[in-house]
């Protein structure tokens, strides 16, 4: 399961952090992204589609489109209204926590103005108010 190999992963990142005082040795970038979608492919069940796919970074087993993102911060920047959503966050031991699941309309309604690089953000805060009705969400993998 990938949750063993993503703790091992942050548990490295700690101990270089701790050899090397000062320097931070964060996921980021396209590792993050990568760890959020296959993260989400084994929870979900999800068939994901080819990395830098537009919009939508995979789709569930009844056609329905899905944009994952994975933060280590506060907040999400969106490019585009995603059909559905799925908001991960992830802490310094490599743990994921799921923070949205639902249909992308309303927290793209809710993000702030497109910035210059034109995305959209929205806070961590301002999408956990968001209340999902069960049957609206993506529903988990029997494990």
Known sequence: M????????????????QQYPGRHFTPDGHMLGSIGEVYAKERYGLKLYDASYPVHDGETLDGRKVQIKLTQINSISMYEEP???????????????????????????????????????????????????????IRKVER
């Open 2 to 17: 990938i949750t063993e190999t993503i703790k091992k992963l942050y548990s490295l990142v700690a101990e270089l952090e």
């Open 83 to 137: 059909e559905f959503l799925i908001v991960l966050k992830i802490d310094k031991k490599g743990a994921i926590s799921e923070i949205y699941n639902g249909p992308g309309k309303e927290p793209w309604d809710l993000a702030g103005s497109v910035q210059k690089n034109g995305q959209r953000t929205i806070s961590i805060k301002k999408l956990m108010s968001i209340e999902v009705p069960e049957n609206q969400r």
